[in-house]
RNA sequence: GCACUCUUAGCUCAGCUGGAUAGAGCAUCGGUUUGCGGUACCGAAGGCCACAGGUUCGAAUCCUGUAGAGUGUACCA
C-alpha cells in the first residue's frame, strides 16, 4: 500500500460513505448500553436514590430479558434497606412507552430490562444505507500513537513480529475507524554494533549487494561467519561501528543501502500480510541519535541521576533494577532512545494516547519507562502510555514456534504456508481457475493467520495449530467468510432491490436484529481495553446467530410474503456488512464466492 | 533469591463494573435432508473454575498463603 493509499484507508474509515436519511436524529439510536444506563439513572433519581453512574450488563440468559442491572444489591447496602423494596421503586419508575417495553425485578434485586420489539426494528432500519453502520466517531477525538511491528533490520522478520503486526494494525484501523487520529509508528532497529560487521561485508559482496541481500537471514549468518573467522574482518567490523557513529560518509551510504534493502523485505510482508504500514510510519532508533545526550542531560537537570558502576541510572523507588540511560563507556541504551521517542510523541506530534504493542516479557521496562517518562516531564501527567502486551506464539505441542531444526520460522515463509494450506482447506464445489483460486487462497490463508491470533485474549500464549485456524467450524475466519459468501449468494439469488422495511417478527430475526445494534458498543469496548479478541466474539456471535435465523428463516422460498423477505433480506444485508466491516478492522478480507 | 504473568470440560479458549443454574468450539454420542450454499443447524454428555483460607448478602472474578507452569531480573534491543 502506498503512501497516499494509506491516507486514503484511514479516511475511508471514518467517512460515512453513503450518508444515511437518519442521520440527523441517530444519536437518539446509538450507543445502546449508554441510553439505558441513562434511563436507568433517572429512574433511581426518581426513585429518591444517590448514584453516581450505573453500567447495566447484557443480560446472563434469554429468560432474564436483554439487558440487566445488578447494582441494586450494592445501593441497598449503602442505604441499609431492602433491595428488592428499592429495585421495585426503581423499576416503578422506568418508563415502558418507548426503547424499554419491560423491566422487572428479579432474584434477590436484579433488575432485567427488555427492549421494545418495535424499537429494535426502528433502530435497526437506521443501519441500512449507512456505511459506518451507525457506529459514532468519539466526542473527542485523542492523538493516538500505535507502536507496533518495528523489526530489527539486521534481520528478516520472523514470527516474533506477526502479533506485533497485525494486533498493532487492527488497534490503529479500530482507533481510526472511532475517530482518534491516528499516528502510526514504525520504530524500526537500525543501530547497534551489529551493522559495523554487515555494512563490512555489503561492502565486500560488491556495494549493490541486491544479490546477496536477497536472503538477509543468509546474509547475516555470512557475516557472522566471517566476522568469527577473520580477525582482520572483525577488527574492520569494529572500525565500521565507529566510523558510522562518527558520520562517516562512506559507511553511511553502504548503511543507508542495507536498511532500504531490509526495509524492503519488510514492505514485502507487510503487503502479503494486509498491515498498512509505509514508510511514512518509519521512525527508526537512528532517528534520535542526536537527542540522547539531552535526555541525559534533562534526566540530571531533574536531579533522578544517579552514577552506580561508572553508569547513569535512575534508581526507581520499590524496583530493585535501576533504569539504565547510560552505559559506563559513555554510550546509550535502547531506555535513552525509547524516552526520546516518548518526548518526541508527546512534545512534537502532539499524543494523547501512546500503545506500545510489544510483547509481555518487556513489561518490566514499559514500566520502568513509563514511571521516568512522566517523572522527567516527558510525557503529561495524562498522557495515556500503555503497554499492549501480548504472549508468545506456541506450537501444537506448546512449545515455542521454532523449525524443526530450532531456528526461528521466517514470516514471509509462513505466509506462503498458509496460502498452500488454505488451498487444501478450500476444495470447492466448483472448479476455479488457477489465478482464482490463488486469489483465494491467499484471502482465506493470510485471514485465517490474522483471525486465529486476534481471537484470542492476546495476553495468553497461544497454539499455532493449521488445522484448527483453517477449519469451517467454530470461531474462524473461514466461518464468517462463509456466513458472508453464503449472504452474497442470497442477494445474487434474489437480484432485485433490497429496499423494504424491517420489521422484526421472530425470535431469530429480533436477536440476529439486537446483535447488528450491539456492534458499536463493542468497538468502544474493545478500543477502550485495546483487546481485538472483543471484535472476533462478537463476529462469531452474530454470524452464529445469522445461521439460525437462516435454518428458521426461509427468504427466498415461493411462500413468502414480500415484506417478510424484505425484512429478512435487509437484516441478510447488513450481517454481511457488519461481517465485512468487522473483518475489514481486523485487515482480513471477505469473498463472495467461496 | 526477588518481581511479574498464568492455572476454567479430554483438547483449544470465552467469561465486561464481584451477581442468578460458569459459557462456546473441537473431539464423542444422537438427531435434522425432495437443502434460499448441509463446509450448516438442533440435541446429549462432559466442571471441586489448581489447592487452602479470608472479605462479602453474593467470588472463576478481590485479598493472603501453598503447589505447578512461564517470563524477566543493570551497562543487548
Not at 464445489?429 to 483465494?440: F, G, K, N, Q, V
Not at 481495553?529 to 452464529?544: D, K, R, V
Request: proline letters at 2%.
Amino acid at each position: 500500500m502506498s503512501p497516499s493509499q494509506r491516507k486514503a484507508h484511514d479516511e475511508n474509515l471514518i467517512k460515512t460513505n453513503s450518508p444515511s436519511i437518519f442521520n440527523s436524529n441517530k444519536s437518539d439510536f446509538m450507543k445502546l448500553k449508554q441510553q439505558i444506563n441513562s434511563i436507568l439513572l433517572d429512574a433511581l433519581q426518581q426513585a429518591g436514590i444517590e448514584a453516581q453512574a450505573v453500567q447495566v450488563s447484557d443480560a446472563s440468559k434469554p429468560e432474564f430479558g436483554d439487558y440487566q442491572y445488578n447494582g441494586i444489591m450494592a445501593l441497598a447496602k449503602q442505604q441499609k434497606r431492602n433491595p428488592r423494596e428499592i429495585a421495585a421503586e426503581v423499576v416503578a419508575h422506568i418508563p415502558t412507552d418507548g426503547m424499554i417495553a419491560r423491566a422487572e425485578v428479579a432474584g434477590p434485586g436484579f433488575i432485567n430490562l427488555w427492549l421494545d420489539t418495535n424499537w429494535v426494528s426502528q433502530s435497526v432500519q437506521m443501519l441500512v444505507g449507512d456505511a459506518r453502520l451507525s457506529v459514532d466517531t468519539v466526542d473527542t477525538p485523542s492523538k493516538v500513537v500505535v507502536d507496533y511491528s518495528s523489526p530489527n533490520m539486521a534481520k528478516q522478520m520472523h514470527v516474533g513480529h506477526l502479533r506485533s503486526s497485525i494486533i498493532g494494525d487492527t488497534l490503529a484501523n479500530l482507533f481510526a475507524f472511532l475517530g482518534d487520529e491516528v499516528i502510526r509508528q514504525n520504530h524500526i532497529g537500525d543501530w547497534g554494533t551489529q551493522f559495523g560487521m554487515l555494512i563490512a561485508y555489503l561492502e565486500e559482496m560488491g556495494e549493490d549487494g541486491s544479490g546477496s541481500l536477497s536472503d538477509l537471514e543468509q546474509f547475516y549468518k555470512d557475516a557472522k561467519g566471517r566476522f568469527d573467522a577473520d580477525a582482520a574482518f572483525a577488527d574492520k567490523s569494529r572500525e565500521y561501528v565507529v566510523k558510522l557513529q562518527g558520520g562517516d560518509v562512506h559507511c553511511l551510504h553502504l548503511w543507508d543501502n542495507f536498511i532500504d534493502k531490509s526495509l524492503g523485505h519488510c514492505e514485502e510482508v507487510y503487503s502479503k500480510l494486509g498491515v498498512n504500514l509505509t514508510r511514512e510510519d518509519v521512525r527508526a532508533e537512528s532517528s534520535y541519535n542526536d537527542e540522547l545526550a539531552g535526555i541525559v542531560t534533562a534526566l540530571d537537570d531533574k536531579g533522578l541521576l544517579t552514577l552506580s558502576d561508572g553508569a547513569q541510572c535512575v534508581f526507581l523507588e520499590g524496583d530493585e533494577n535501576p533504569f539504565l540511560v547510560q552505559k559506563s563507556d559513555g554510550g546509550y541504551l535502547y531506555a535513552t532512545t525509547d524516552l526520546a521517542a516518548i518526548r518526541y510523541r508527546v512534545q512534537t506530534l502532539g499524543a494523547d494516547r501512546i500503545s506500545y504493542v510489544v510483547d509481555a516479557r518487556q513489561a518490566g521496562h514499559f514500566r520502568q519507562l513509563f514511571s521516568v517518562a512522566r517523572q522527567a516531564g516527558f510525557a503529561k501527567p495524562d498522557t495515556r502510555l500503555e503497554h499492549v502486551s501480548f504472549g508468545m506464539m506456541l506450537d501444537k505441542s506448546g512449545r515455542p514456534f521454532k523449525t524443526r531444526d530450532g531456528g526461528t520460522v521466517k514470516l514471509i515463509d509462513l505466509l506462503e504456508e498458509a496460502v498452500i494450506h488454505a488451498k487444501e482447506a478450500i476444495t470447492s464445489r466448483e472448479a476455479y481457475s488457477d489465478e482464482e483460486l490463488e486469489r483465494i487462497a491467499e484471502i482465506v490463508g493470510i485471514g485465517a493467520v490474522k483471525y486465529a491470533d486476534l481471537s484470542i485474549h492476546r495476553d495468553s500464549n497461544y497454539i499455532f495449530d493449521w488445522d484448527k485456524m483453517l477449519s469451517f467450524e467454530g470461531n474462524t475466519s473461514l466461518y464468517l467468510q462463509y456466513a458472508y459468501a453464503r449472504i452474497q449468494s442470497i442477494l445474487r439469488r434474489y437480484e432485485g432491490e433490497v429496499s423494504g422495511a424491517i420489521i422484526l417478527t421472530t425470535d431469530p430475526e429480533r436477536a440476529l436484529a439486537l446483535k447488528l445494534l450491539q456492534f458499536e458498543d463493542m468497538l468502544h469496548r474493545a478500543a477502550a481495553e485495546s483487546l481485538p479478541h472483543y471484535i472476533t466474539t462478537y463476529l462469531y456471535e452474530l454470524a452464529t446467530l445469522f445461521m439460525k435465523f437462516y435454518e428458521t428463516s426461509p427468504i427466498l422460498k415461493d411462500d413468502v410474503d414480500e415484506v417478510t423477505r424484505q425484512n429478512r433480506l435487509q437484516l441478510s444485508v447488513l450481517t454481511g456488512e457488519t461481517i465485512q466491516r468487522g473483518l475489514g478492522l481486523l485487515g482480513i478480507g471477505v469473498l463472495e464466492r467461496l
